[in-house]
């Protein structure tokens, strides 16, 4: 309120200021009327559902909402700093579900990967040494892209070969028996599934040199692309330091493996689930800066581009999923934390929580503590940690000038491409996260990507596409719709002069929801929170 | 020596031909106007300068590094502050925030704040404002206090009167005639009487070339100039 006094002492910018009042008034008058009968019509609903209903509606209805924010709000924040249409979200939420199940359940495989990859990452390490060689093939004028590609398609096809040739357990025809869903199942029974044999396609030695070979290639060709070698820094003690280590790592852990492996499945599934967490995550990010800079970074200029780029990577997604995991669909078991049963369950009230129950009864309601609780408040612990990101820290400022006028961040001296990456990453890393914390109550299905990131665009639209806290506000109005549909699919709507109650069935939801949406944006065009057309 | 050195810069925009020869010589310490009608390149110029719009051919001399190929944020922070024309200022951030921005290091803001606000009290007041909820006046100086946030050495000012009421011109004279003690500064400046307040030497610069260039103190007296490359 102080805030109002002091800019009524500064002069107005313009002569149009009684104006821009009047339109503030006007559009507020549209948002708020909307609000309202959105609130009408929730108490309306309200109205026909049970009392003893009510508590576990709306949390359901927060709980799908929750998993509904976590696929928008990364597709927000790219799309509203960056103006990308990231088509391929989708895909990195349905990815980081499968890559959290395989951490979760496989834990033995992600061990496997690891290996080849601290190897693939040894050379990067190096990267000052690339980027001086780089600029010597940059140097090659007319020929510099041509050699640059030519490195960039040896050291992938060095790496695929080689890595072929590690002792990975992706699953294959011969292991159709144990498909992911027995994993499932058997984790759930809480028996280790025994590790296969590793034996190397190569000897060891060659298998490690030639993924080193490679991924120095890729680097080399990676470096070369850069038009300005800016101010390349020393090689300096680290970079070889770190390169050693990388290798060091990965011949330790393949020798460990197994015993690590054990260990790892002797704790609580509850810690292997954040292990998982953590790890999907920072893949996610990790191929999201990725995207970034090899497909999106060219094409800035051409939206169109980036969409069918980001709609090819979608598919190729889809298509590596099914076949590094298999096309079936399966569960993911919940964490231990989450899934006790036994005496005295479903207990009543939320103490029951901690006495050991997955299911409570809350004021009537009979409610998961993972779907309805956990997955509920880890929604709303993003929404406040990304809202601080932004708000209170350095590169969250950047962030916000950046979207308005890139030329003057970087003339203040700041890579603001690296931000955008930084975004681009985030914004991923998001998507992932979510698919794993989303996995345990949905379940892993390759289509999941297309159909939560479609809903998640209707939220957005609802909500407005420029503004992050209106993400949550679409999520919470799509989810509240469905489980309201669903609620009165049950009980059936009484329609005057109509004998049968009217049940709706929850196939409604996605045409209900798009009508919700269409409504709104023909009174608010902006959406509930938007801010109007850049 | 000088600061900064433009040797036959020529930078297109797109396919369009901008600057087509453009030499301008800074030396340390003074204050360069760069004259010249609408139109004419000056903006420009100071953007290729700061690469945002690369010079196609000719050199761009910092304290003795060519620049032309360096990365617009790399050549920023060899120590070069921008004004731009229209201030931009960052809607989305406090004026806090806007100045917070600039900074190289931490804590930047805090060395600087007794000049800053020394230049600019109204600044201090204002300090948790958003940035676009000031007047235009007050958004210039924040423009130019943010230029000042980091320790630069050259500070490129487009237009810094451009839009002002008189007294706030006065003003921002007062301002950039202080900080011109311990920095150079190149000045586009379409009002003369500021330019010729504030500059050690001129450059004119017309459709894309510099075509004239001597001290301040000439070109006062020389009606004939002004009347030819100045005069609407
Ligand atoms: N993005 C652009 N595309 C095409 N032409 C441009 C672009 N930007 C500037 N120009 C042209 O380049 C010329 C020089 O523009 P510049 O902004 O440098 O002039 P100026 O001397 O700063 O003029 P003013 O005094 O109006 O600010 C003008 O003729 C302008 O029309
Ligand atoms: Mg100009």
Redesign the interface.
Same mark, same amino acid.
């Given at each position: 309120m102080a805030?109002t006094k /002091?800019?009524d002492q500064?002069?107005?910018?313009g002569p149009s200021r009684n104006r821009r009042i009047a339109d503030a008034i006007k559009r507020n008058r549209a948002r708020a009327t909307v609000l309202g009968v959105l609130a009408v019509l929730f108490l309306a609903a309200m109205a026909g559902i049970e009392a003893d209903q009510w508590f576990g509606t709306i949390m359901k209805a927060l709980a799908a909402g929750s998993v509904i924010f976590l696929v928008a709000s990364g597709f927000q924040l790219i799309f509203g700093l960056m103006d990308v249409l990231n088509l391929a979200h989708g895909e990195l939420f349905m990815l980081g579900a499968y890559v959290g199940w395989t951490v979760y359940t496989r834990f033995d495989t992600f061990l496997d990967v690891l290996v080849p990859m601290l190897l693939v990452a040894a050379p990067f390490a190096l990267l000052p040494l690339w980027r001086r060689l780089g600029a010597r093939v940059a140097a090659l004028a007319r020929w510099a892209r041509s050699a640059a590609w030519g490195l960039i398609v040896l050291g992938g096809g060095l790496m695929l070969l080689s890595i072929t040739k590690f002792p990975l357990v992706i699953w294959n025809a011969e292991d159709f028996a144990k498909t992911p869903a027995n994993y499932s199942v058997q984790i759930d029974l809480g028996t280790l599934v025994p590790l296969p044999e590793d034996v190397f396609g190569w000897p060891m030695a060659v298998a490690i040199v030639v993924l080193l070979a490679g991924a120095s290639a890729l680097a080399l060709g990676l470096s070369s692309l850069r038009k300005?070698a800016? !101010?390349v820094p020393p090689l300096g003690r680290w970079n070889l330091i770190g390169a050693a280590g990388l290798i060091v790592a990965s011949v330790a852990l393949h020798l460990v493996r197994g015993p690590l492996n054990d260990w790892v499945f002797g704790m609580s599934t509850t810690w292997r689930f954040f292990i998982a967490l953590i790890v999907a995550s920072l893949l996610g990010a990790g191929l999201g800066a990725l995207i970034e800079v090899v497909l999106i970074r060219p094409l800035y200029d051409r939206p169109i581009y980036t969409l069918m780029v980001t709609l090819g990577v979608g598919f190729v997604i889809i298509e590596t999923v099914k076949e590094l995991w298999g096309s079936s669909n399966f569960t993911m078991a919940r964490p231990a934390a989450f899934n006790g049963s036994g005496e005295g369950c479903p207990a009543e009230g939320i103490g029951g929580f901690f006495s050991g129950c997955s299911t409570l009864v809350v004021f009537g309601s009979r409610l998961r503590v993972y779907n309805e609780g956990f997955v509920v408040v880890i929604g709303i612990l993003v929404l406040i940690g990304v809202s601080l990101l932004l708000k209170r820290t350095?590169i969250g400022?950047?962030i916000? !000038?950046g979207? /308005?006028?890139p030329?003057?961040?970087? !003339?203040?001296?700041?890579?603001?491409r690296r931000v955008f990456t930084m975004v681009f990453a985030l914004g991923a890393g998001l998507a992932a996260f979510g698919g794993v914390l989303a996995a345990p109550s949905i379940g892993l299905y390759t289509e999941m990507g297309a159909l939560f990131l479609l809903t998640a665009i209707v939220a957005l639209a609802i909500g407005g596409l420029t503004s992050f806290p209106g993400v949550a506000a679409g999520a919470l109005l799509i989810g509240l719709l469905q489980q309201i549909i669903i609620r009165f699919g049950q009980t059936g709507i009484h329609i005057p002069f109509v004998a049968e109650p009217f049940k709706p069935s929850p196939t409604l939801v996605p045409a209900a929801s798009i009508i919700l949406m269409i409504v709104i944006l023909l009174v608010l065009p902006a959406g509930l929170f938007g801010r109007g057309e850049r | 020596m000088s600061l900064l050195d433009l040797h036959d810069v020529h930078t297109f925009i797109g396919k369009f031909h901008i600057l087509e020869g453009v030499s301008v010589e800074v030396p340390q310490g003074s204050v360069v106007a760069l004259l010249g009608r609408n139109g004419a390149g000056k903006t420009t110029t100071l953007k290729t300068i700061l690469g945002l719009t690369p010079a196609s051919s000719g050199r761009v001399v910092f304290d003795g590094d060519d620049i032309v190929e360096m990365r617009s944020f790399d050549i920023a922070a060899m120590g070069i502050g921008y004004v731009p024309e229209h201030r931009a200022i960052f809607a989305d951030l406090s004026v806090e925030e806007n100045l917070r921005i600039a900074e190289r290091r931490k804590g930047d803001l805090e060395r600087r704040e007794e000049l800053i606000f020394g230049l600019f009290p109204d600044l201090k007041r204002l300090i948790g404002l958003p940035g676009t909820s000031l007047s235009g006046g007050q958004q210039q100086m924040l423009a130019v206090a943010r230029a000042l946030v980091p320790e630069n050495r050259l500070l490129l000012i487009d237009e810094p009167s451009e839009g002002l009421a008189p007294v706030l011109i006065e003003q921002m004279i007062e301002a950039i005639a202080r900080l011109s003690d311990t920095t150079t500064v190149l000045l586009v400046e379409q009002n003369f009487l500021v330019a010729s307040r504030l500059g050690t030497t001129y450059v004119i610069i017309e459709e894309g070339r510099s075509v004239k260039t001597g001290d301040m103190t000439d070109l006062v007296d020389d009606d004939e100039t002004i009347q030819r490359y100045l005069g609407v």
């Open positions: 805030d /002091q800019i500064i002069e107005s910018p300005h800016g !101010a350095r400022m950047t916000r !000038a979207v /308005q006028d030329e003057m961040v970087e !003339a203040l001296g700041i890579n603001v | -």
